[in-house]
């Protein structure tokens, strides 16, 4: 399994992107999708998942409210819609798979802040860069 992120680039202050990230399959609908970033001597931080199956969704406090995803599965993609960004949601993004098997809110939400070998495939991120 392969996941090329896409959809970065150079933004203004109030601007939105949409970042997608693009599978080459996925062996289970049991698969959980999440977004992470990561800005430059910072630490990693879980921003949303969503669940391949049901499309059970959870995010971090920092997302709530500018940031929403959502998966095509025909597509096998999951995005994440960014509005109004700001400055401080300059980084690199980055999306994770991780398999995990039934339960609710309860089990995918921890993932965002699990740890980086938790996840079965990674992506090589994209880049977001958000001018004042």
């Known amino acids: 399994v392969q996941l090329v992120e896409s959809g970065g680039g150079l933004v203004q202050a109030g601007g939105s992107l949409k970042l997608s990230c693009a599978a080459s399959y996925f062996p289970s609908p049991d698969y959980v999708i999440a977004w992470f970033r990561q800005a430059p001597g910072k630490e990693r931080e879980g921003l949303s998942c969503i669940r391949k199956s049901d499309g059970l969704t959870h995010y971090a406090d920092s997302a709530k409210g500018r940031f929403t995803i959502a998966s095509d599965n025909a597509k096998n993609t999951v995005y994440l819609q960014m509005n109004n960004l700001k400055p401080e949601d300059t980084a690199r993004y980055y999306c994770?798979?991780?398999?995990?098997?039934?339960?609710?809110?309860?089990?995918?939400?921890?993932?965002?802040?699990?740890?980086?070998?938790?996840?079965?495939?990674w992506g090589q991120g994209t880049q977001v860069t958000v001018s004042s």
């Open positions: 994770a798979a991780q398999f995990i098997l039934g339960g609710g809110i309860q089990d995918i939400a921890p993932i965002l802040s699990g740890h980086a070998a938790e996840f079965d495939y």
